[in-house]
């Protein structure tokens, strides 16, 4: 089925950690290539990477795999939402659910994967997995949010104000795995995820 396309975000200079996040090593391999499998292995046949700081060592990486489709944010020091807009006008016009994930989180097929039928099963609008109460990632947001989701600005706190203002029909899928929230945002969190993921 052609129906999930992914929006995989990897254009940032990663500034807080001090080095750039896609190329960190996760589970034998880097997490770029972790997170585009994942996504693949999840149930999305699109993956669109998005990218900007080396984009081009970047590309190399991913642009032979089937079903990356590499985009260049040229933009991206202006935010996330810029990177998001510019996945978004690559999905596939068959898309009947986005999902949106950032480089820096890693999950795993088996949570991608709940996401997707949890999602497609509720006929949700809009959902996310959450451990303990935290909201996690990936979001997956059905196509007709596309509209919407093109009218990001991060002035207006990006994807948050499109779940916020929908929020009586999003699906919150309590999982019980810490992984749903996992964020490395500076060495301290990738050290600490890295002994927690073995």
Do not use: C
């Not at 690559?90 to 999950?107: K, Y």
């Not at 989701?149 to 009586?168: A, I, T």
């Not at 919150?172 to 993921?197: G, H, K, P």
Request: net charge positive.
């Amino acid at each position: 089925m052609s129906d999930v396309s992914a929006v995989l975000l990897a254009a940032g200079e990663s500034t807080r950690m001090g080095q750039q996040k896609a190329l960190l090593p996760w589970k034998g391999t880097t997490l770029l290539h972790y997170q585009v499998n994942s996504l693949l292995n999840g149930g999305a046949s699109q993956v669109i990477a998005v990218l900007g700081y080396r984009a081009e060592l970047l590309r190399s990486l991913v642009k032979d795999i089937p079903g990356v489709v590499p985009v260049l944010n040229l933009r991206y020091r202006t935010g996330k939402t810029s990177s998001i807009r510019a996945g978004l006008r690559n999905v596939d016009p068959r898309t009947q659910m986005v999902l949106v994930l950032s480089v820096d989180q890693p999950r795993s097929p088996t949570l991608v994967q709940k996401v997707v039928e949890a999602h497609r099963q509720r006929g949700a609008l809009i959902s996310y997995p959450a451990y303990q109460g935290k909201g996690g990632h990936p979001i997956a947001f059905s196509a007709s949010l596309l509209p919407e989701l093109m009218r990001l600005r991060e002035s207006r706190q990006g994807l948050r104000e499109v779940v916020e203002r929908h929020k009586s029909e999003v699906l919150r899928l309590e999982v019980d795995d810490r992984e749903a929230v996992l964020d490395l945002n500076r060495d301290v969190d990738y050290q600490s995820a890295v002994a927690f993921a073995g």
